[in-house]
């Protein structure tokens, strides 16, 4: 049996827990080949399903990701004192186990940084600012994309009624890095799975996640199930955010996800959050309502929701504020 010395377990104490789940892969997870020309259709049924499917042949360049995953790999190697002085997060900046303001903690250590600007990178001098922007630029290109196919593969008359929030100029997108620590130590005297991220959905309209190839993401299926996504260094994943989920009036759903901490491999991810800009009106799109159907939401501004998301606690319904 591991003994932790009481500092070291101190150090976890206000980590949470959960039960382990099955260690086994879901099989079951949407891959979409954007290459194919029937990946439209493909993409609305997983939106609806899952609300999380992955994509391949989505020409973000591999120098992209490499570059940027060495440019990450150096900065969490530096000493905690360095680190330390790219933080707090305001939410801009490095931040350690605390995520957000109201107490939620987790196995975590992080950079997030405003998508557009070079500001981003005043607190972060040792950052190459370069291979985020060339990396953000990709992986929004590709969201884009991925939009404009779910507009087409929902027969809207305009395919850019989704992409435009994330292409305008004024869009409050942001991008985050994340490394997980591995843990082998408390693992094996808990027997209980330390949660890196706790379970969450994203507020924005979706999210572009990229991760090295060590375990830890879980998505939550419809019955509440918490199944494991098998990593892919060379893929990207998919999440719908709750703008989306609001957007078509509940017809997507935007999906509860978490990461556990991997007790042997540090996890790295990058993702992109695609927002509205902040004065954006959020609501029911009129053309993906059916006769009669009736508006789950009230309207709200990006900026009203991100106000009220900002204040909750990651696992909080935060769209349940805004249910009519
Ligand atoms: C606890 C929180 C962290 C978060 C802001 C919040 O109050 C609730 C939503 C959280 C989340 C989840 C998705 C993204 O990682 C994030 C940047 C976002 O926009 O909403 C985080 C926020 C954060 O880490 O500050
Ligand atoms: O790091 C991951 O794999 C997912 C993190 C996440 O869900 C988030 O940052 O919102
Ligand atoms: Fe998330």
């Known amino acids: 049996m591991v003994v932790l010395s009481k500092p070291a377990l101190e150090q976890f104490s206000p980590i949470k827990t959960c039960k382990p789940t099955s260690t086994a892969f879901f099989s079951n997870i949407p891959v979409i080949d954007l290459s194919k020309p ?20 989505h020409d973000v360049p591999l120098e992209f990701m490499n570059t940027l995953e060495s440019e990450t790999i150096k900065f969490f190697s530096l000493p905690q004192s360095e680190k330390d002085k790219a933080g707090p997060p305001d939410p801009f900046g490095y931040g350690n186990k605390r995520i957000g303001t109201n107490g939620d903690v987790g196995w975590v250590e992080y950079l997030l940084l405003r998508s557009t600007s070079t500001n981003a990178f005043k607190k972060i001098p040792n950052f190459c600012c370069s291979a985020v922007d060339d990396y953000v630029s990709a992986v929004k290109k590709l969201g884009c994309g991925v939009l404009e196919l779910l507009a087409e593969g929902l027969k809207m008359k305009e395919k850019n009624v989704f992409s435009k929030l994330l292409m305008d100029e004024e869009s409050d997108s942001v991008f985050r890095l994340n490394h997980y620590p591995p843990c082998p130590e408390l693992q094996a005297l808990s027997g209980r799975d330390l949660i890196g991220f706790g379970e969450h959905t994203d507020p924005q309209v979706i999210s572009v996640l990229r991760s090295n190839n060590a375990t830890g993401l879980q998505i939550s299926l419809k019955d509440g199930t918490w199944v494991s996504v098998p990593p892919d260094q060379n893929s990207f994943f998919i999440f719908v955010g709750d703008s989306m989920q609001v957007m078509t009036n509940g017809k997507f759903r935007s999906v509860r996800h978490r990461v556990l901490a991997n007790s ?14 902040v004065r954006a009106r959020i609501a029911p799109i009129a053309s ?14 990006w900026c009203e929701y991100k106000k009220s998301a900002y204040m909750s606690r990651l696992a909080d319904n935060r769209l349940g504020h805004f249910q009519k």
Not at 268 to 276: H, Q
Request: proline share 4%; charged share 35%; net charge positive.
């Open 264 to 277: 042997r491999k540090s996890r790295l991810s990058m993702i992109y959050f695609g927002a509205p800009p």
């Open 38 to 57: 029937d990946s439209k259709n493909k993409l609305v049924r997983a939106c609806e399903e899952f609300g999380f499917f992955k994509v391949v042949n």
């Open 288 to 301: 993906l309502m059916k006769e009669g159907e009736e508006s789950l939401y009230k309207e709200f501004t």
